[in-house]
């Protein structure tokens, strides 16, 4: 951790990645907007929701976590 970065107002930037046509681009966007985007789209997620994502997780998890028992024997 850089001396002061825990202090609020030292932020150099911030920008989100996007792959387009099979290139990286650097977008800048604003902090305050992506902190309000992000706690709009969490309060949408209910419980269930959150559950059933959780089970997906875990699912696909489990999926490439997996290996044929038989072939160690």
């Known amino acids: 951790m850089l001396p002061g970065s825990e202090q609020p107002g030292n932020r150099l930037s911030t ?3 996007l792959m ?3 290139e990286n ?3 800048p966007i604003d902090p ?3 902190q309000t ?3 709009r789209d969490n309060a949408q997620m209910d419980r269930i929701e959150q559950e059933r994502i959780a089970r997906s997780r ?3 998890a489990k999926k490439l976590n997996s290996f044929n ?3 160690w024997k």
């Open 15 to 17: 920008k989100i990645r």
């Open 58 to 60: 875990h699912s696909t």
């Open 25 to 27: 681009e650097y977008l």
């Open 37 to 39: 985007a992000l706690e």
């Open 32 to 34: 305050d907007a992506l």
């Open 69 to 71: 028992m038989r072939l």
């Open 20 to 22: 387009r046509a099979g």
